[in-house]
C-alpha cells in the first residue's frame, strides 16, 4: 500500500514564497505529481516528477529525491487565488494514483 | 488540453434508489478510467479502475455490486451507485489518462456531488 504523508495546513502572505512538503512510502515508484483544488472543485494538474531533481513551471516548482522518498511543491509570488488546497500524489509500479490528505494553503494579504 | 467531463454536476436521491453517473474524454480516447471518491476535507480515494472492453477492478472495502462500472467504449466509463443511501452522499470524481502511462498525469472531471436524503 502506499503511504503519502503532507502537512495539514499553511498560511502564508500575498508575496511570499511556500514549501509544501511531502513524504512517501510505496510499493514502485512511476512519477509523483502535484494538483491544487479549490474546495468544491476537482483536482487540476500542477507538476509531475519522475527522475530527482526540480522542474519549474513559472511560479510552481516541484523537486524530487527517489532515495529519500521525498518531494516538495514551491510556489513562489502567492497570490490570493493560490489558496487552494495542494494534494501530492504517488503513482506506484502498478501505476495506480494515490493522493496525499492534501495541504490546504491560506494566502493572505 | 485534454478535457474529461463528468455529468451531472450534482444530484440528489432519496434513499434507495439508484444514481447513474458519467465519465466522457470528450478530445481523446482513454482506455483507462478511474473513479475516485472524496469525503468533506479528505483526500480523494480510489474506487476502482475502469478498463475499456473489460470488468473493472475495485480497490479493497469498495462493493462492486454497489458502485457498478461500465466501461462500453474509449470515451465514455459509468458509474452507477445502486440502492444509495445516506452514507453514500461525497463528492465523485472520475478522471483519465492521455497517452502512455509513463509520464501522462491523470486529467479529472469536475465531480459530482451526491446527496442522498
Known amino acids: 500500500g502506499q503511504n503519502i504523508d503532507q502537512p495539514t495546513e499553511m498560511t502564508a502572505t500575498e508575496g511570499a514564497i511556500v514549501q509544501i512538503n511531502c513524504t512517501y512510502q510505496?510499493?514502485?515508484?512511476?512519477?509523483l505529481f502535484w494538483y491544487q483544488q479549490h474546495a468544491g472543485e476537482a483536482p487540476t494538474f500542477l507538476s509531475y516528477n519522475v527522475l530527482d531533481g526540480l522542474e519549474e513551471k513559472g511560479r510552481f516548482s516541484s523537486f524530487l529525491s527517489r532515495s529519500k522518498g521525498y518531494s516538495y511543491l514551491l510556489l513562489k509570488e502567492l497570490q490570493m487565488k493560490d489558496s487552494a488546497s495542494y494534494l501530492c500524489?504517488?503513482?506506484?509500479?502498478?501505476?495506480?494514483?494515490?493522493f496525499g490528505a492534501g495541504t490546504t494553503v491560506t494566502v493572505r494579504a | 488540453g485534454a478535457v474529461v467531463s463528468q455529468h451531472p454536476s450534482w444530484v440528489i436521491c432519496k434513499s434507495g434508489t439508484s444514481v447513474k453517473i458519467e465519465c466522457r474524454s470528450l478530445d481523446f480516447q482513454a482506455t483507462t478510467m478511474f473513479w475516485y471518491r472524496q469525503f468533506p476535507k479528505q483526500s480523494l480515494m480510489l474506487m476502482a479502475t475502469s478498463n475499456e472492453g473489460s470488468k473493472a477492478t475495485y480497490e479493497q472495502g469498495v462493493e462492486k455490486d454497489k458502485f457498478l462500472i461500465n466501461h462500453a467504449s474509449l470515451t465514455l466509463s459509468t458509474l452507477t451507485v445502486t440502492s444509495a443511501h445516506p452514507e453514500d452522499s461525497s463528492f465523485y470524481i472520475c478522471?483519465?489518462?492521455?497517452?502512455?502511462?509513463?509520464?501522462?498525469?491523470?486529467?479529472f472531471g469536475n465531480g459530482t456531488r451526491l446527496t442522498v436524503t
Open positions: 500524489a504517488v503513482r506506484d509500479g502498478h501505476y495506480k494514483l494515490s
Open positions: 510505496t510499493s514502485g515508484f512511476n512519477g
Open positions: 478522471s483519465a489518462m492521455t497517452g502512455g502511462l509513463e509520464s501522462s498525469p491523470l486529467h
